[in-house]
Antibody
Framework: QVQLQESGPGLVKPSQTLSLTCTVS??????????WNWIRQPAGKGLEYIGR???????NYNPSLKSRVTMSVDTSKNHFSLKLSSVTAADTAVYYC????????????WGKGTTVIVSS | DIQMTQSPSSLSASVGDRVTITCRAS??????LNWYQQKPGKAPKILIY???SLESGVPSRFSGSGSGTDFTLTISSLQPDDFATYYC?????????FGQGTKVEIK
């Protein structure tokens, strides 16, 4: 049973870089069985897809965020990470990580989410 | 990007009602359409994948239909646990995109 847990600073200053980690348990991030996704949700609003990374390091980013997003995988720690640069108040949201199967096309396992507030 | 449009944005219904939510894609996505349920303060939960396949453990009162650009999520008899926000999501192409959500409230 795959489980995901997001972690990272809950408060980030404007113009700085938001850094989050999603720790994977119950599966090897190196298995090749999943795409590792990030999604965010501003308070009271809908879901916004940020992007995904595969074990190989290949990525797909939302074009609206692509210039500011970097995703990576750390196989030694069995986690994957999100960095979002030059943040503004508009990046304040709950950030979720989620799996999408390599051979199926839906996100079936989600972390509980972590709230990030951008404020000075 | 493929745009996903849900309707209605919200609805009020009573326990036992039949509820239908629609989702339209801006281009043909075949059957690469998923439905999620989200309750306040919780992560989304997959209900339906591939437009009409019920995820394991999801009650059979939930069903999905459609193909191409037009899709429907139906709750045959609304239960108290079903009051939540529902999102469609396309997995036909990258980036994945979600509908804006439909909030189902108690009448």
């Amino acid at each position: 049973q795959v489980q995901l847990q997001e972690s990272g600073p809950g408060l980030v200053k404007p113009s700085q870089t938001l850094s989050l980690t999603c720790t994977v348990s119950g599966a090897s991030i190196n298995s090749g069985n999943y795409y590792w996704n990030w999604i965010r949700q501003p308070a009271g609003k809908g879901l916004e897809y940020i992007g995904r990374i595969y074990t190989s390091g290949s990525t797909n980013y939302n074009p609206s965020l692509k210039s500011r997003v970097t995703m990576s995988v750390d196989t030694s720690k069995n986690h994957f990470s999100l960095k979002l640069s030059s943040v503004t108040a508009a990046d304040t949201a709950v950030y979720y990580c989620a799996t999408e199967g390599y051979n199926y096309y839906y996100m079936d396992v989600w972390g509980k989410g972590t709230t990030v507030i951008v404020s000075s | 990007d493929i745009q996903m449009t849900q309707s209605p944005s919200s609805l009020s219904a009573s326990v036992g009602d039949r509820v239908t939510i629609t989702c339209r894609a801006s281009q043909n996505i075949r059957n690469y359409l998923n439905w999620y349920q989200q309750k306040p303060g919780k992560a989304p939960k997959i209900l339906i994948y591939g437009a009409s396949s019920l995820e394991s453990g999801v009650p059979s009162r939930f069903s999905g239909s459609g193909s191409g650009t037009d899709f429907t999520l139906t709750i045959s008899s609304l239960q108290p646990d079903d009051f939540a926000t529902y999102y469609c999501q396309q997995s036909y192409s990258n980036p994945r995109t979600f509908g804006q959500g439909t909030k189902v409230e108690i009448k």
